[in-house]
């Protein structure tokens, strides 16, 4: 039985990155990948045994560590005054995206047919669940009220979509950056306070 080794699983690894990132899930190749890792097809199946598991272990910590982002930082977050709280989602949604940005372009746009691809819904659940949470504090503290809960599900996926075709068009994390920080700062405390009203 052969050893298996680093540089080739490395390799493997960041060819498959980039194929899944270019092509999404349902157009990727092991032959791509086995290609641009420079070894034969049939190698990669001894590390691999088939697209689905190189796919969950290219996105799966991901998707996870994605999907607790909200709820790790939730408490930190709604006990921050308003003034300061889209700052600090935008910073930490920034620093995130620093770290992962090609794993979550590849989660939100090509996941198609594999078992992540329900992420940007689980997204959206998990930033409307927290729009409700922040909209709790306003009126709380300001005395606006929100009556139809599904608001705060159109608020989710416009800020969701913004980030996804972020992700898909821009290379530059500056230019990401700023526009995270643009999209998220008073928007989202703005959009509350216009759709609500003062009991």
Wanted: aromatic letters at 14%; zero cysteines; glycine letters at 4%.
């Amino acid at each position: 039985m052969q050893v298996k080794k680093e540089s080739v699983y490395n390799n493997i690894y960041n060819s498959a990155l980039n194929e899944f990132w270019v092509n999404g899930y349902d157009k990727a190749t092991m032959r791509n990948i086995a290609k641009n890792a420079n070894i034969t097809l049939g190698n990669i199946y001894r590390y691999f045994p088939n697209k689905a598991s190189l796919f969950e272990e290219i996105v799966g910590s991901t998707y996870y560590n994605f999907l607790s982002f909200i709820e790790d930082h939730k408490n930190m977050i709604l006990n921050i005054h308003q003034d300061d709280r889209n700052a600090y989602i935008a910073n930490l949604l920034n620093n995130y995206l620093a770290l992962d940005r090609k794993k979550v372009s590849i989660l939100l746009n090509g996941s198609a047919g594999t078992k992540f691809e329900n992420f940007e819904k689980k997204n959206i659940e998990l930033l409307a669940a927290f729009s409700a949470d922040v909209a709790d504090v306003m009126e709380e503290k300001e005395g606006i009220v929100i009556v139809d809960p599904e608001i705060h599900f159109f608020i989710a996926e416009t800020m969701f979509s913004s980030i996804k075709r972020m992700t898909l068009l821009f290379n530059d994390e500056k230019k990401i950056k700023t526009y995270i920080e643009k999209l998220f700062v008073g928007y989202h405390t703005e959009l509350i306070k216009r759709l609500g009203y003062r009991k």
